[in-house]
């Protein structure tokens, strides 16, 4: 789809060009009109297509949207040209100069398709946010078979009530409640908290979150469409589909507003038969045609979805979840924002900033970054982080992490906690 509109609104563009500048330095050589007209016809019949058949659909539901005035105003802009081409003694018999509009109905034709290719490509973009946050699931899993043996199955196969390994900086595939083994868990992505969570037995484990250091086994309890990490994907995919109060006004402006414009071109026709009845006809089909082309490139139908698309898409890129259009412009109103995790405005990681010695006697230092490097914590990669490259090896024994407490081990028989 976007590569076939990029390709049409490429040759519409190149087209368009040459007859633009053509329509505005060099209307008076010869075969100028001729040579607007072969490069116009692509444009219009060709490369413009979708928007008459879109009218056509349009006319045989008895409405009328966008590409009913672009079908109409270029269309008949193109005819109206084509007339006065090939029949100009028509108007000069009248007193009038016979114009052609084949670089308006061309270059209408061109922008508008350089709009819908823009609009195409924020929900390119869009969708890739999705895939994104599809591509935090693994595609495979390990479970612990019947026969207590390790299997490796396509994560769709999993099923309520397994029991799935997670080994060292493996991604969570589904919902689940721990059962045996302990780690720390970044769950950033779905929290925003960027340092990980513990977990240990009966503590729950989303999917698309990241284990750390440790494994773990736990019970798949919500799997395929159940998992959070699915709820996000879903929300996100109805937020791109909802509709703004203000996009709804614009549906409703867009149904009359076409109507009317038609009435109002018609009216100008009419207007000027009934009041100049020599020469009426010429003058109100030249006002007919303006008003058709001057309304054509309408913003109403085009800027408002793809605003919606583009904010939905970039926030969904950047961690920012909105729940709908309703919700996106409400936000415009807010003036005030708490944040109440440092880790959102900083690195998204902890790091140590500042390592103060008492007595200023750093002795201990390669035993601390020994000891920091067994441990499983987050904020311990943030201390070794800082050691690193300034040590030399020391045997660290008998290690032991303590929950909510920190760590201990012994160097030569000297215990240090």
Excluded at 49 to 74: E, H, I, P
Excluded at 332 to 342: F, H, P, S
Excluded at 391 to 405: H, Q, R, S
């Amino acid at each position: 789809m976007y590569n076939s509109l990029k390709k049409r609104t490429i040759w519409a563009l190149l087209l368009s060009i040459p007859i633009a500048v053509i329509g505005m330095f060099f209307m008076d050589t010869p075969y100028a009109g001729e040579l607007m007209w072969l490069l116009s016809t692509p444009v219009i019949f060709w490369l413009g297509r979708s928007f008459f058949t879109g009218a056509w659909k349009q006319l045989r539901q008895g409405s009328a949207n966008m590409d009913t005035l672009v079908a109409l105003s270029t269309g008949i802009a193109y005819l109206f040209s084509l007339f006065n081409l090939l029949f100009p003694e028509f108007w000069l018999s009248r007193g009038i100069h016979p114009h052609v509009y084949f670089e308006a109905a061309s270059v209408i034709i061109a922008f508008i398709l350089l709009g819908r290719l823009l609009e195409e490509r924020a929900r390119g973009n869009t969708s890739s946010a999705i895939k994104k946050l599809m591509g935090l699931q693994p595609r495979t899993v390990t479970i612990l078979s019947e026969a207590g043996t390790l299997q490796e199955i396509p994560v769709t196969q999993i099923t309520r009530g397994d029991t799935v390994v997670v080994k060292p900086g493996e991604k969570i595939a589904v919902d689940g409640k721990v059962i045996r083994g302990s780690s720390y868990v970044d769950e950033s992505m779905l929290s925003g908290e960027p340092v990980a969570v513990l977990k240990e037995k009966d503590s729950p484990v989303f999917a698309g979150t990241i284990n750390q250091k440790g494994s773990f086994r736990f019970r798949a309890e919500k799997v395929g469409a159940e998992t959070m990490l699915s709820q996000i994907i879903w929300m996100v995919q109805q937020a791109q589909g909802s509709k703004a109060p203000v996009q709804k006004l614009v549906d409703k402006i867009a149904a009359i507003f076409v109507p009317a414009l038609i009435g109002v071109a018609l009216l100008s026709l009419l207007l000027w038969i009934l009041l100049d009845p020599a020469s009426g006809i010429t003058h109100g089909i030249l006002a007919l045609v303006t008003v058709l082309i001057i309304a054509c490139p309408c913003a109403l139908g085009l800027a408002t979805p793809t605003a919606i698309m583009v904010g939905i898409g970039k926030g969904a890129q950047n961690g920012i979840l909105i729940r709908d259009a309703e919700s996106l412009e409400t936000a415009r109103e807010i003036d005030t924002v708490v944040l109440d995790k440092t880790g959102t405005l900083t690195k998204g990681e902890p790091v140590l900033t500042d390592l103060i010695w008492l007595e200023g006697d750093n002795t201990q230092r390669d035993i601390l970054y020994h000891l920091e490097k067994l441990s499983e914590h987050p904020l311990a990669g943030a201390v070794t982080h800082y050691l690193h490259g300034s040590t030399t090896p020391v045997a660290i024994e008998n290690f032991e992490a303590l929950p909510g407490k920190g760590i201990r081990g012994s160097v030569e028989g000297k215990n240090i906690a």
